[in-house]
């Protein structure tokens, strides 16, 4: 069984419009992170949390917010999409001790027209 | 600053031949980097392959190798003959203490295409 699933999977959003994406972990795991992958880069930071009800900015936090109101969910808000926001968006877990071996989602690509 | 570099985007190999796949890297700001290689198969999420947390060492996973190179600031992943399951995206990733904090820096991948 997938331990860390996303929905949607694919999302069209109009520009302006508020978009929603969710995560959730069945690896009982206190570290949650949502990346964006672009063409031509990696993957990058934009949120993540290591505990409920509580998100910490990343590295690319601008347009996003994030809210964990679960250890096991974790959600990433675009209150206004944005062309530049169309990308593949990963969401990862991990334990406290081991935060550099992360398990990740299948992803979700969303496209703002 | 802190950052990876793969040169190839994409890589085809013909089943059975001998694959490298390169990666190099910056550690500006963390003094002893941990190394791996993440690897996404189609359809899934991203997969630990393996991880190299101290220079000079190999790491190993499913026939895949990768030796941490201080001196060239290097982790190649080599495998002698790969196979068409093999077809993914590989990306190179470091992390450790220091200014990035303890997160994980990807490099933009490389998709593997083997050849029947």
């Known amino acids: 069984e997938a331990a860390v699933t996303q929905s949607p999977r694919s999302k069209v959003a109009v520009t302006g419009g508020k978009v929603t994406l969710s995560c959730h972990q069945t690896?009982?795991?206190?570290?949650m992170y949502w990346y964006r992958q672009d063409t031509g880069h990696g993957l990058r930071l934009i949120h993540y949390s290591y505990v409920a009800d509580s998100t910490e900015k990343g590295d690319i936090p601008d347009g996003y917010k994030a809210s964990r109101p679960s250890q096991e969910n974790f959600s990433l808000i675009l209150e206004l999409a944005s062309l530049s926001q169309t990308a593949v968006y990963f969401c990862?877990?991990?334990?406290?001790?081991?935060?550099?071996?992360?398990?990740f989602g299948p992803g979700t690509r969303l496209l703002v027209l | 600053g802190d950052s990876v570099t793969q040169t190839e985007g994409q890589v085809t190999v013909s089943e059975s031949k001998s694959l490298i796949i390169n990666c190099t890297y910056s550690a500006t700001s963390i003094a002893y980097p941990n190394l791996f290689w993440y690897v996404r198969y189609p359809g899934e999420g991203l997969q630990l392959l393996l991880k190299?947390?101290?220079?000079?060492q190999k790491g190993s996973s499913r026939g895949f190798e990768a030796t941490y190179n201080k001196e060239t600031t290097s982790f190649h992943l080599q495998k002698a003959s790969v196979q068409e399951s093999d077809s993914a995206v590989y990306y190179c990733?470091?992390?450790?203490?220091?200014?990035?904090?303890?997160?994980?820096?990807f490099g933009t991948g490389t998709l593997l295409s083997v050849k029947p």
């Open positions: 990862a877990s991990s334990d406290r001790i081991n935060q550099d071996t992360q398990y």
């Open positions: 690896n009982n795991h206190d570290y």
């Open positions: 990733a470091l992390s450790g203490y220091g200014g990035s904090g303890n997160k994980l820096i």
């Open positions: 190299v947390i101290t220079a000079g």
